[in-house]
């Protein structure tokens, strides 16, 4: 049971990290975004496009580790090493950055907290699995 929440969770965790590289990567200049990322206009978000475009590609390739890591462990189960690596890999490093997010200030443990928790949690029930 504590492993099918592992993958629940790590799956989880891709997805939102699929979103946020659509949002940074594909998105970037639409003003529903910059909402999000509390970009003031079209000028600062055009400036900041380059950054945000990398960033989101960090964020897509975090999420394909998980989701390589869950496929894995699914198909071959809870004894899978490679599974179980790429998602402790993949899921500590999603922590990771949500902890290094919040060190930007106060105002980014709302979007630290959101970007942090699903990997937390899918963190822990893989080590416990």
Known sequence: M?????????GLAALLHVYIFILES???????TWKVFGIADQRAA?????????QGFYNLFLAVGAAVGVILW??????????RT??????????????????S?????????LQGTLPLIGLVLTILA
């Open 2 to 10: 504590i492993g099918i929440l592992a993958l629940v969770f790590a």
């Open 46 to 54: 055009d400036i900041t496009k380059p950054m945000a475009y990398n």
């Open 86 to 103: 790429l998602l402790i890999f993949s899921l500590g490093s999603m922590l990771a950055a949500a902890l290094v997010l919040v060190t």
């Open 105 to 113: 200030g106060r105002k980014y443990l709302r979007p630290a907290t």
């Open 74 to 83: 699914a198909v071959n189960g809870v004894g899978d090493v490679a599974g």
């Open 26 to 32: 594909v998105r970037w200049s639409r003003p529903a």
